[in-house]
Structure formats: C-alpha cells, structure tokens
C-alpha cells in the first residue's frame, strides 16, 4: 500500500494568503453592499509596460511562422535573457557573475521554495523572524524542520532570527550555526532593509562558519537609498557563500507573466561539488525553462524603453507607499518599511493582536492588509500593507484608515 | 558546515538528450559540409496554430490595460481553462473527472517530476523498461531507488517492467508489489500503446494492491484506433488508484511555450488523507501558476477552430511517422509504434548496440536519432526516431537511410 509524504501533514494549517482570501469572501458575502480595499497581497496592479506588450506581441508572431518557430528553450534559460541580466544586474554594478550563472526559471517562488532540494535533508535553516512563509514551508515538506510547537509557533529544528523594531529589522548573527541562511532584503513582509556593510557582516561570516545564504532579492528595484545592496554580490566574498534569487513580478509586474531568475555561482562550492552543478541537474530533470514569449518580454524589461516605463511604475508604487506612511503617521500610527520597498509594516494599536486588527481593519475600514503573525511569531503585533493597489484606493483606503 | 544533496550525485552521467545534443555538436563542428536531420529529441516543429496565436495576442492585449490585467493566478489555474478541460477532456469521452480535480501547471515534465514528491521516501516505484527518463531520475533525486548497479544499468530499489517486442510493449503485473506504478500510455520511447482491456488489469491491480498509478498521457492526441483508451478514468475504478498527467506540448505544439495539467480524483486516498489535498499543498506553496496569456492559449486548444486546426497539425506529424514506418520497412528494418504516437522504434540491426546504431546513423545518413538504451536496458539493440520534424526532412532522412 502506497503511503503519503507525512511531512505535509505537519504543515499547520493552510497557506496564509488562502486563509485570508476565505475571511475577505466571507466578509465580503455577508456585506455585499461594502467595497473592499485590498492591500494586502503583493500583487501588482498595474498594466505590463507598453515595452513589454510589444516584445510579447512580437514573440508571438515568431511562434506564428514555421522559419522563427521556437521548441524547448536551453536547459538554462535563453541566451538573449541571461546575457542581458549579467550586463545590466550586474556587470554594470560592479558585480562579477557570468551570463553561465544565471538560470532561468518562473518565478523567485519557485525557485524560493525548490532550491532547498539540493540540500541534505539533515541541514539545519535559520529564517528571519517573520518572514515570507514560502522558506519554511517548503522545508517543512522535505522534513528538515522537526516538530511543530503549535504554542509558540515554531519548529524544533529551525532557527529563528527575530527581526523587530528593537534590533531595527536587522537580524544577529544566531547563537547556533545554521548550514542554509534565508535573507530577503528589502524584506518582505517588513518592508525595511540592510545597509551594505551589514550584509557584508553576514557574508564574512557565512564563509567563516561554512553556511550558504540564499538572499532573496525580489524587491531591490524599489531601493532608493545609496548604502542599500541591490545584490549580496556587491559584498566582499559572497561567491562561495550565496545564491540570489530574483523575481520580474515585482520590478516589471510579472506577478501573473512568471518570470525569475537564481544566480549560483560556480565559486560556492561543497568539496569538490557546485551547487552550480546540482541545480543545473535539477534545472535539467525537474523543470523544462519558461515560455519563449515569456522569457522575450523579460528582455524588453532590459531595454532603454522598458527602463524608463519600469522607473515610472515604481515611482508610482513608492507614492502610494509614501501616502500609507504618510497617512498612517497621521491617524497616529508607528510605522516602519515603505522608503526601500513597497510594503508598510505598522504596530497594531492598542493591545490588538494581529490578526485582531485584521478583523477590526476589514469591518471598521472595509480594508484588507496581512496580519504581521502570519509570517512568524515576531510578526505578532505587527501589520503589513502593501503599496501595490492603485493610487486612488490607497487614497481612498487611508481616508477610510483615518476616520476609525 | 552545509551539505549537498547526496542523491544526485548518484545519477549516472548527464540527461540522455545533453548527451546526444554534445555529440551532435561535436560532429557538426568536425563536419561543417554536411546537413543534419534531426529526428532524435520528441520537439515539435509546425508553428502554433492561428487560433491559439489569436488568443494569445487578445491576451497580451488584456495584460496591457489596468482593466484587464491580471496579477497572480487562481492556485489550481484558471477556471475557464480548468472547465474546457474538464468538458472535452473528460465529460465528452464519459470520464468522470471535475474542473476542481484538475491542476494546470506548466507542463507534464516539471508535473512527472515533481509528483513523487507527495509520496513516503519509503515507497517502491516501478516503471516500465525502457522508460521516459524523468520519472527514474527524479525518485533518484528523493532517495527512492537505493543504489545503482553500473553494470545491469538498474537500481536496486526500482521494480523493472520490461517491454519488448516479445511481449507486445505491454509490460506484465510485477511479481513484486510496487507502491507506485508509472505507466505512459501511447508510449515514450516505444510508440507502442496498450488496449483499454489491458489497461483495465492495471487498474484492477493497482486497486487490489493499493498502489497508485501514474498515468502520463501526453500522447493520448496522436490515437487512432478505437480499443486505446485517451485517459486512464476510461477504466472503471480509476478514480480510486489513478493521477493522469496531460501535456499541451504535443497535440497543440506547447514545448516552447509551456502548459500541461494533472488529475488527481478526489477519491484518492490514503487513509482519511486525499492526494488532491497534499497536491494542492505543493502546487500552492512551490508553485505560483502558469502565466495567464499561455492559459487563454490554453483554451484556444478546445475552440471549434482550435481543434480543427490541431486536427490537420496531428495529421501532419503522423504523415511523417508512416513516412518513417513505411521507409524503414522498404530498407528491411524491424519497425513498431507509429500508429497511435508520434514516435517509430527500431530493432537495431547486426549486432549493433543503441549507441553503435546512433554513431553509425550520424556518420552515415547524417541523421540525429535517439538510441533505445538511453531509455533503460530493455531499450538496448532499439532506436527512437520520432515524427516531429518537418515532411521534407522526414523524407529526405529516409532517402538518406535507404542509402546506407
């Protein structure tokens, strides 16, 4: 008799999102005469760019003609793609990766949630606290995670690196050696970030203990500020110590259009082994590259063109996260993230725990955001919004925010 | 200090096709005057038909406007893409199958691959011989398959079904009793398929053992004849032992552009626990949807329009796998498949071995085919050659056979 993985029984309870998504319906049934506001999942809501549009339509005319018809893309990812990432992430940011380091995939959490199977099962991960539920649950799933301790929130066999507002959002170095550091700066869900010399410290010290980071950096477009790393790459010594995730959802709005990338390079090594070379195995057996058009429009984020029109669709997300600040500060609220990122993250007022404010947001407000204990206990207390709606409904939704 | 994966580094050598695409390459770069036919990797070849190319440029169109857009998409796919599948997939050919039983990915390799993943490390699998690479590596990948024996070219802990000419293709119940079953039906490599009332004695087996039977029916479009059964749930008592896993990849020319979808019957249990919930676990955690403009192609498959324009893409490849079949027999080759697939298999012939035959094709006829030992060691002493290329390379790499 066949028997399941038991590990996925340990999860406890469903996927955070979907959690909330069934509160908002239910709400949302028994007030159909309410228009709710959502800020709460990052999903972006504005059009592809017109660039973009046109390297899609383009690339379908391709796929329309025998002569430029294309099949099953290089195990890798197209050249055309790869070559225009390490030119422009990062060649000319002073970054030495090859256009051979770069594979192709998509979406950052794909690649978040699969990389861990390159990994022994016997490794131990250290998560910041809280954190993109992705990372945990997908170790959760391979069994790396020991027992669940439903009273505090957490796994024996995880280490949890408290981010708050005591420690700025910066986790410390843990106590325990970790093999496998997850980092995701700009973070999500807090919104804030790590200046370049303190990643620097995480990196010496990845090398010095033998752990590999995997830096999760979806959001470097939203930077803003001079000391902040677009990439653990800028750090001193990060090839034989990290992998870079990178996602187009957040930067060019593929949320739905599934593009990203990871970076392994070939320095980062276990004996005499590459992790370069497992994933690359992987690539190879378990997933088969993502569309012709697909990867043709992740080009065009590339060009000139794309350039300016994607500058201006994060200037007009950044501007609703000024407005959440701005009009959070004002209705008297502690608020931190938004200046690097598109997400805010907020003290719930009062004694109210997170999910408490959830509830009191959705029925007072009429507005959805994500309860801050829905990425780890540390999060309790806390509440993310995100800058993605339109800027009239981030308007109308902090004009809600104010008069509760 | 971290620690690798141990697993891979127990695959031998690299994926088949790399293999053969180096050779390829090597002997292009020695002998740049000669012209390759390449009949060896399963890609297609015509372009996407009108009625897809039209849906996927409104669908561009729709991601071009705030009104339209879409961001992230429903975790199991989107409905109107689930719904036509459910429909002419399964309730118009009297399957049982419903829209919520079905997952969209973004194709039946990544699904065929990823599937085991829901399954006890401790289960046995058992996979016909030769067999589509995939389905063995990646239970290599998980652990499953105890170690490897260089020699025969097997695993200790994987069940090998044979199928050969001696038995029809049609592999016999396995003296031991596997947990898993994978069973791909018409066939990849052989192009051989199985009737309906053979098909049914696995059903009943699996039933009867408690074992599940992955079903991958990605040639399911090239059927012609009326006792072969296009969906293992044609088989009474399917829902209770059987995953179908499907591809757009063939019937409509999807290998560059991504879509496939797996059915998993919510009768399908173990214990209280379905596999539809575990699936929809990983598909919502390691998964983020196949991007909506390939989804509204997707559904431009099952339009009047779309369906007849397959119809003659289908008719176009299986002129060729009778250009093959009926060219090989006129040069006194051993042919099977090609009646209800897209692929011809060969009976080496001499004493020459899989990849003797493969050198000698390449150096002789010029002519990239794939050797059947590459496929598992029943597949030694037979070759893939397979219908996808254009008529008139199809023909003129038979011209070339019947010369050497």
Not at 17 to 25: P, Y
Not at 56 to 73: C, I, N, P, Q, S
Not at 227 to 251: D, M, Q, W
Not at 303 to 328: C, D, F, P, V, W
């Amino acid at each position: 008799m066949f028997k399941i993985n038991e590990n996925y029984l340990k999860l406890p309870g469903s996927y955070l999102f979907s959690t909330i998504a069934k509160k908002v319906a239910a709400y949302s049934e028994a007030h159909s005469d309410k228009s709710i506001i959502r800020l709460g999942i990052g999903d972006v809501t504005q059009p592809l760019a017109p660039a973009i549009i046109d390297s899609l339509h383009g690339a379908v005319d391709e796929m329309a003609k025998a002569e430029t018809f294309r099949g099953y893309a290089p195990d890798l990812g197209y050249e055309f793609l790869r070559t225009a990432i390490a030119k422009n992430d990062y060649a000319d940011k002073g970054c030495e990766i090859g256009a051979d380091e770069i594979f192709i995939s998509d979406g950052a959490k794909c690649d978040s949630g699969n990389i861990q199977e390159i990994f022994s099962v016997d490794n131990k991960i250290a998560v910041c606290d809280p954190v993109y539920p992705v990372y945990v649950d997908t170790n959760v799933m391979a069994g790396r995670t020991g027992t669940y301790d439903a009273k505090t929130e957490t796994w024996s066999d995880v280490i949890y690196m408290p981010c708050t507002a005591e420690n700025g959002f910066v986790p410390e170095l843990p106590k325990e050696t970790p093999d496998i550091i997850y980092l995701c700066f700009p973070n999500n869900p807090t919104g804030t970030t790590i200046a370049r010399d303190q990643l620097q410290v995480w990196v010496d010290y990845a090398n010095k203990v033998g752990a590999v980071i995997i830096f999760d950096a979806a959001y470097e477009a939203y930077i803003s500020e001079e000391n902040v790393p677009h990439s653990i790459y800028e750090c001193e010594g990060a090839r034989t110590c990290a992998i870079e995730l990178r996602s187009f959802s957040k930067n060019a709005g593929f949320t739905g259009t599934r593009l990203g990338f990871t970076v392994i390079p070939k320095d980062l090594k276990c004996g005499d082994v590459t992790l370069h070379s497992l994933w690359a195995r992987r690539h190879g057996t378990k997933y088969n590259g993502a569309p012709y058009i697909i990867q043709r429009a992740g080009e065009a984020v590339y060009s000139e063109e794309g350039k300016a029109q994607l500058r201006e669709q994060i200037a007009y997300y950044m501007k609703n996260a000024h407005t959440i600040q701005q009009g959070l500060r004002e209705a008297g609220y502690t608020v931190f993230g938004g200046v690097n990122a598109p997400y805010i993250w907020l003290k719930t007022p009062g004694q109210m725990t997170s999910w408490e404010f959830f509830d009191y947001l959705l029925e007072k407000a009429n507005v959805v955001g994500t309860p801050g204990s829905g990425f780890g206990p540390s999060g309790e207390g806390y509440f993310r919004l995100t800058a993605f709606g339109s800027y009239e409904n981030t308007l109308a939704a902090l004009e809600r925010i104010k008069k509760i």
